[in-house]
């Protein structure tokens, strides 16, 4: 599933969550890093707003949907992925991390939170070590100088897998900036994903989240907050629906276009003298002489 932006092209790369897995433990095991995003309605506000952001977004490696309307649109420009919460997505990881000794290092958030989230993760998963963990400064720099202080510390701990819990768009800057300074670690930006493990923030019900009314949760828990939010990505739902179906057209478009192979040439036979009896064949070309 392709995003078409005037200066770049966002695709979610990752179909699904066992794909995801698979290309992560793969990386990891070769001492190759990554950035993974989740793309949802909200980013893709900010995306059409900032060419900085388009940039950023473009350097993440690793792509999933984080939102219904995302997997919604897939399906109408035909080229499905499934949803893969970041949420959803912490433990899975965290756990192959445990089962393959990565170190571990969480960003982000605010220092209790951060020491309540090793706490409890570490009792559901006794091989879990987090070696490192920082939070930054209110309206830190993604790429400035306490930035490079957090990525440098991480890597002298020999962490190679880097939990983000920030808000867009610093997760994702971040994310671009440590693939540059630290490339060996894969960075994944979570947003809220540590504040629910630590039990500050509380996920909707799993009967909302099937029903994808989890943004409705969100609304009811910090409207002021979230209505204007939800409302951008309300109003460019229509422009992105057209973006689908015409992506759809292209697919089918080149698929129509693809000439089909041209039929053989019929063999010509050339037509044969029936002998006579008696008679010598004829041959266009003398036969060898004697070596």
């Given at each position: 599933m392709r995003f078409q932006f005037p200066?770049?092209?966002?695709?979610?790369?990752?179909?699904?969550?066992?794909?995801?897995?698979?290309e992560v433990r793969t990386r990891l095991q070769a001492g190759r890093g990554f950035s993974l995003a989740t793309l949802n309605l909200d980013h893709l506000v900010k995306l059409r707003a900032s060419a900085s952001y388009r940039q950023v977004y473009a350097a993440q490696d690793l792509i999933v949907a984080d939102g219904n309307p995302i997997v919604w649109l897939s399906h109408l420009a035909r080229c499905p992925v499934t949803l893969v919460p970041g949420s959803d997505l912490l433990r899975p990881l965290l756990q192959m991390a445990a089962q393959d000794a990565v170190p571990v290092a969480f960003y982000g958030s605010t220092p209790t939170v951060l020491a309540q989230a090793a706490l409890n993760l570490n009792?559901?998963?006794?091989?879990?070590?987090?070696?490192?963990?920082?939070?930054?400064?209110?309206?830190?720099?993604?790429?400035?100088?306490?930035?490079?202080?957090?990525?440098?510390?991480?890597?002298?701990?020999?962490?190679?897998?880097?939990?983000?819990?920030?808000?867009?768009?610093?997760?994702?800057?971040?994310?671009?900036?440590?693939?540059?300074?630290?490339?060996?670690?894969?960075?994944?930006?979570?947003?809220?994903?540590?504040?629910?493990?630590?039990?500050?923030?509380?996920?909707?019900?799993?009967?909302?989240?099937?029903?994808?009314?989890?943004?409705?949760?969100?609304?009811?828990?910090?409207?002021?907050?979230?209505?204007?939010?939800?409302?951008?990505c309300i109003a460019i739902l229509p422009g992105q629906v057209v973006a689908a179906l015409r992506q759809r057209g292209r697919a089918a478009s080149l698929v129509l276009d693809q000439a089909a192979p041209p039929a053989p040439e019929p063999v010509q036979m050339k037509a044969q003298r029936t002998l006579r009896l008696g008679e010598a064949p004829h041959h266009d070309q003398h036969p060898p002489g004697p070596a």
């Open positions: 200066d770049q092209v966002i695709t979610v790369n990752m179909p699904d969550q066992t794909c995801l897995l698979a009792a559901e998963m006794p091989g879990l070590r987090v070696v490192w963990s920082g939070a930054p400064v209110m309206g830190f720099d993604p790429n400035g100088a306490e930035a490079l202080a957090a990525l440098t510390g991480m890597q002298a701990t020999g962490a190679r897998l880097c939990i983000i819990s920030l808000s867009a768009p610093r997760q994702e800057a971040f994310a671009a900036f440590g693939r540059s300074i630290a490339p060996a670690i894969g960075f994944c930006g979570f947003g809220a994903g540590l504040d629910f493990v630590a039990g500050q923030q509380t996920r909707a019900p799993r009967w909302m989240r099937k029903l994808a009314l989890e943004w409705l949760w969100r609304v009811m828990s910090a409207p002021r907050r979230l209505i204007p939010r939800y409302l951008a």
